[in-house]
């Protein structure tokens, strides 16, 4: 029996025998180098930050009392509960508005005789390539009351600013859903749909009976991608707004507030334990909604998986 082999028969102490697996050679080779750096960048520091947010800035062991600091009481209720909503509002923008705009787009795009589909899908998608900062740069010029197409001050006003970045961040943003939907129609048989023709089914009752309730599978993992990402948004926010998030906090959310609790700002002092906390806190709300995907969603889906 070669070392590569995948199991090997052990004695056990009836005089049996068994079987264990293990894990090929190769397979460890592969795999190894992301391991490590998975590790070293995502498993350590998130460890690390939970370890942190149970201390207090000098070391010395406090255990809930940093986290209770953001609860109803604490000085950082407010200002979390007001970044947890805002964030919110954000993820609701994309996953009302990206989303269904990227399916639509994505249905349009597959429809029989279109000419020049490609070139819509490159200019669609052109703008996720674009950096954040450059993005934020354009949209300010755009949106500028003095030479831009408004003449309100859109990202100036608390009541605007944040539906004004968010659809932005749409914006930018929409070729991703918009191809993982149009990967997932061309992947369904031209045969089902033509059988649903020949019954006599139209194309809105063909989307909604056979195209949709395949797409199910792909829509729930758009959503939880979409969820994770905007609960974990800072860059455009930071690139626009500054650490400030203004204004009036008007666009303040979890991650410019860990950015402001952690490094400090103006005459706030930063904070390691506090930091640590708030993205405690931010990991603990993402995993409860990926959680509820996994178990609330996911299972209900499964049946329409060709």
Request: charged share 10%.
């Amino acid at each position: 029996m070669t070392q590569t082999t995948v199991t090997e028969t052990v004695k056990t102490k009836t005089g049996g025998s068994a079987k264990r697996w293990r894990i090929p050679r190769h397979v460890i080779v592969f795999l190894a180098p992301a391991v490590i750096i998975y590790t070293a960048f995502m498993v350590y520091p998130l460890l690390d930050s939970l370890r942190l947010s149970l201390l207090s800035d000098e070391g010395a062991f406090v255990g809930l009392e940093n986290i209770r600091e953001l609860f109803p009481g604490g000085n950082l209720s407010s200002a979390f509960f007001k970044a947890l909503g805002n964030n919110f509002i954000f993820f609701a923008f994309h996953f009302f508005v990206q989303n269904p705009m990227g399916l639509l787009i994505a249905v349009l795009l597959t429809q029989p005789g279109l000419r020049g589909r490609g070139v819509y899908r490159t200019l669609i998608f052109a703008p996720t390539l674009l950096s954040v900062v450059i993005v934020g740069f354009i949209w300010q010029l755009i949106l500028s009351p003095l030479w831009g197409i408004v003449e309100t001050p859109l990202l100036g006003k608390a009541a605007t600013a944040l539906p004004t970045l968010s659809l932005m961040s749409v914006w930018q943003y929409l070729g991703i859903p918009m191809m993982f939907f149009y990967a997932t129609l061309v992947g369904i048989p031209e045969d089902l749909l033509e059988a649903a023709r020949v019954d006599g089914a139209t194309g809105w009752k063909i989307f909604w009976k056979i195209t949709f309730p395949l797409m199910l599978p792909m829509i729930g993992i758009i959503s939880i991608i979409t969820y994770i990402a905007n609960l974990n948004a800072f860059d455009l926010i930071y690139s626009v707004q500054g650490a400030l998030a203004g204004p009036e906090f008007s666009t303040d959310i979890m991650g410019t507030l860990f950015y402001r609790s952690f490094f400090g700002q103006q005459l706030q002092i930063g904070s390691t334990a506090v930091g640590a906390t708030v993205a405690t806190a931010m990991f603990v709300v993402i995993l409860v909604g990926v959680l509820v995907y996994l178990f609330g969603f996911q299972r209900r889906v499964t049946t329409y998986e060709l």
